[in-house]
């Protein structure tokens, strides 16, 4: 084969390669407005506005028959979906695997999460327990979903790739986070010149980004490629007996273990702010929906730059470093934020920004830095533990949120309990040797890790 040809198939592999790492930065793209709108913006505050309204005398609702006081009902379903996804993750990981056809599965799942965001538009007076089941429902099909995406970036990016491809994708995601929450404040603002009432505005906001996921999802589908694995073409089903395997082969490699812990502790701590932000704005300081919108509106202009400044950083220090120096920002920022004078939106949009600056780039050089941890031919099911440690199992948070304000009834002391995983997951992160742990997966060591 002569030199002009093997350069032409070269330049064509990395043309495609191209094609198709954009086409996975859509998923970001679609699906991180249902975590900015939905999770982090409107239901919060909306959802614990319905169930008050639900609440008895005492302020409390009964789902199930179990006395919850409705300013936790929130924060129990988010819970309660990651729960959920912790049984169905890992099926799906094993099946993606085994069959070695990822896009179906991931159609599934973003048309499931979608439809039942979409659904949020009928949220309204007492239905708390179907806002709830469109939550733990549209919740877990995210989660789900981010297994199967995660795991095609050892696919799509070679090792010497993968922060800048994980940062790019971060970044999209953000990106159309701001762009819809744009969209969704001068609806939200300007409410009676469009006619609508503040409960009807709130509800398409829900409604549209359920749409949008759905809509934008159809660039990865057309994209993205299934590739045959080690496992392809195995019989499906035993789901569990295949997560019983990987945990057995993880078993081999404690040092992707010990990285998954720690990245299950800190993520925690992360996934909780996240989802509880607007919760303690609009309880516990008092701020406007408007002032939330605009705040999380910085926070992802902000996590755009941060996303890709980290990711510069990273190629400098090395991933690991640069997510240790965000543990510390992290842990700042939150600490601060249980300082926050109420009715005082210039310091909350600090505390905004604060965050914005370390998000993106904590998030996505996480998930590179997994990457260089699994073995090949095992990606969806070491991501399906990977994102069990990621959105699945970060139901500790949400719940000691919940618990301590249900206890206390302050979501000060609520905010500052969390600052115990960003200091958990920094001292176990600083005790794994990552370059050894690249070896012992069986992968080439990069030069800065």
């Not at 491809?165 to 609806?187: E, H, P, Q």
């Not at 409410?191 to 159809?218: K, M, N, P, Y």
């Not at 007996?241 to 990285?259: E, H």
Request: net charge positive; proline share 4%.
């Amino acid at each position: 084969m002569g030199t002009e040809t093997v350069r032409a198939q070269a330049t064509d592999e990395v043309t495609e390669r191209r094609r198709e790492q954009r086409g996975w930065y859509f998923y970001d793209w679609a699906c991180s407005v249902y975590s900015t709108s939905v999770l982090t913006v409107f239901l919060g505050p909306y959802l614990t506005a319905v169930a008050k309204h639900a609440a008895d005398a005492d302020g409390f609702v009964h789902p199930l028959g179990i006395p919850v006081r409705a300013g936790s009902f929130f924060a129990y379903a988010v819970s309660a979906s990651v729960i959920l996804s912790i049984f169905v993750m890992p099926m799906a990981g094993a099946a993606a695997d085994r069959t070695g056809r990822k896009k179906p599965l991931l159609a599934l799942c973003a048309y499931l999460g979608a439809a039942a965001t979409t659904g949020m538009f009928f949220l309204d007076g007492d239905r708390y327990l179907l806002g709830g089941l469109l939550l733990i429902v549209a919740n877990a099909s995210v989660a789900v979903s981010m297994v199967l995406y995660n795991s095609y970036l050892p696919q799509i990016a070679p090792p010497e790739e993968r922060d800048a491809v994980s940062s790019r994708g971060w970044a999209f995601g953000y990106a159309a986070g701001s762009l819809m929450l744009v969209v969704n404040l001068v609806l939200y603002s300007a409410q009676d010149s469009f006619g609508v009432s503040e409960s009807t505005a709130v509800r398409i906001c829900l409604a549209s980004a359920g749409i949008w996921w759905g809509a934008f999802t159809l660039v990865p589908l057309k994209r993205l490629r299934d590739r045959p694995t080690a496992a392809a073409g195995q019989a499906p089903g035993h789901g569990w007996r295949q997560l019983a395997a990987t945990v057995r082969d993880m078993r081999g490699k404690p040092l992707t273990l010990a990285f998954l812990l720690a990245y299950l502790v800190y993520n925690d701590g992360i996934q909780t702010v996240i989802s509880q932000a607007s919760v303690y704005g609009s309880e516990e300081l008092g701020l406007s929906q408007s002032t939330l919108i605009v705040a999380v509106l910085l926070v992802q202009v902000l996590a755009v730059g941060g996303a890709l400044g980290m990711g510069r950083l990273a190629r400098t220090y090395g991933a690991k470093r640069t997510i240790l120096g965000s543990l510390v920002a992290w842990t700042v920022t939150l600490g601060a934020g249980y300082f926050l004078p109420a009715g005082a939106p210039v310091w909350f949009f600090v505390l905004a920004a604060g965050i914005g600056l370390v998000l993106g780039g904590s998030q996505a050089l996480s998930r590179s830095l997994f990457s260089h941890l699994v073995p090949s031919g095992k990606e969806a099911e070491y991501f399906s533990a990977y994102e069990m440690s990621d959105r699945g199992m970060s139901w500790l948070g949400p719940l000691l949120f919940g618990l301590t304000y249900q206890l206390t009834g302050s979501y000060r002391d609520a905010i500052i309990s969390l600052v115990a995983f960003f200091v958990i997951g920094f001292v176990l992160l600083a005790r794994v040797p990552v370059r050894q742990a690249v070896h012992d997966a069986g992968n080439p060591v990069p030069d800065r890790i």
